[in-house]
């Protein structure tokens, strides 16, 4: 859906069909899982800062579609922080089928006023499945900070290869039930704009989920998810026009273990 602008790096690594690997140039969200939020803002003293996650979701799900036809996808990433500049490399594996995705961004985060932040970015994506595919996205995102526990934000992805744009507005709801242990319910709605299909622009997906991170010592970060899609509109004519039958939501989970330094 991953940054999550879109629960800190681990809650958000948990967030962020007829998409199946071969046909891949638009499957991604890793911009969405909010990994790079890990790495302080606040980074006076101009020192640089890394980031390492490796993790697993149960399927590979982005906007709102299961893009593997079977099993669940690894992930790793590491990211390099300078300032408000981000600079990473991610690369996924599917667990039960031939498929590989490396996606290389840079990410650029700013304050609009105090309680507004935002971020652009660009990325290039390279798909290794049944066929071979690429991508050149630019994103950018929104959040408001206002109040602690309920975190409004939207983000928008633009696809070259697509010329379509997708996105997602979303609403989280962090709690702290422990020192160190955050509980985020989030809920967010996506919206396809000629990203995913061409037929149909407007609603594409509702998804709801629970995120959790827990602090570990030496700046280690475990965190997980539970989520679950419902299709709307896009993904049901999709699914009409290629003569798919059945259920077209996904329920899914994932755990990730972030190191920064």
């Known amino acids: 859906m991953i940054k999550t602008y879109q629960c800190t790096a681990l809650a958000a690594l948990l967030m962020s069909s007829a998409a199946i690997a071969d046909e ?57 922080q300078k300032d408000n500049l981000n600079v990473y490399a991610t690369v996924g594996r599917g667990d039960s089928q031939h498929y590989t995705e490396w996606n290389f961004g840079i990410e650029y985060g700013f304050d609009l006023t105090e309680n507004l932040s935002g971020s652009v970015g660009y990325q290039r994506l390279e798909f290794y499945g049944d066929e071979r595919a690429h991508d050149n996205e630019l994103f950018s995102s929104l959040e408001y900070t206002a109040v602690e526990w309920l975190l409004p934000s939207v983000s928008y992805t633009y696809s070259t290869e697509a010329a379509g744009y997708f996105i997602e507005v979303s609403l989280h709801s962090n709690w702290e039930l422990a020192p160190g242990f955050t509980v985020s319910p989030y809920v967010t709605q996506g919206f396809d704009f000629q990203y995913v299909t061409e037929e149909h622009d407007g609603a594409n997906h509702f998804q709801f989920g629970v995120e959790a991170e827990y602090q570990l010592p030496n700046n280690l970060v475990l965190s997980g998810h539970i989520s679950q899609t419902i299709a709307q509109e896009d993904i049901k004519l999709e699914a009409r026009n290629n003569g798919t039958v059945g259920d077209l939501d996904e329920t899914y989970a994932g755990i990730h273990l972030s190191w920064s330094f």
């Open 24 to 80: 891949a140039p638009n499957i991604d969200d890793s911009h969405s899982t909010k990994i790079l939020k890990t790495l302080p803002a606040d980074n006076d003293n101009q020192q640089v800062q890394a980031l390492f996650d490796l993790g697993w979701d149960s399927k590979y799900i982005s906007e709102g579609r299961n893009n593997l036809d079977k099993g669940g996808i690894y992930w790793a990433t590491a990211a390099i």
